[in-house]
């Protein structure tokens, strides 16, 4: 995710449409470097454990991420998945980022 104006980020909502858990790290950077990013310093605002392996989880949700206050204004932010066991008949998919 790019932003023209740098955010000083409070909370990131991930809105994962299906089979939701795959979010295990959430990385920002206050400067985008490369073409596509891949010379930017990016810095973990955020980690977690993939939790979809429950076989009784919710077929999606929202799930809102709190941010350390003092985070640096940020350009981009970047979604990290854990994609262990995906295939063709299993995967994830987010439906937004607020």
């Known amino acids: 995710l790019l932003f023209r104006t740098a955010v000083e980020p409070?909370?990131?909502?991930?809105?994962?449409?299906?089979?939701?858990?795959?979010?295990?790290?959430?990385?920002?950077?206050?400067?985008?470097?490369?073409?596509?990013?891949?010379?930017?310093?990016?810095?973990?605002?955020?980690?977690?454990?993939?939790?979809?392996?429950?076989p009784?989880?919710?077929?999606?949700?929202a799930l809102e991420l709190k941010v350390s206050p003092g985070t640096l204004p940020v350009r981009a932010i970047e979604l990290v998945l854990d994609t262990t066991g995906w295939s063709d008949a299993f995967w994830s998919e987010i439906d937004s980022v607020r």
Request: aromatic residues 10%.
């Open 10 to 54: 409070s909370s990131v909502t991930v809105y994962q449409s299906f089979n939701p858990g795959s979010l295990v790290e959430v990385r920002a950077a206050t400067e985008v470097g490369g073409e596509g990013g891949e010379a930017s310093d990016w810095a973990t605002i955020w980690r977690g454990e993939r939790y979809n392996t429950d």
């Open 56 to 61: 009784h989880r919710q077929p999606s949700d």
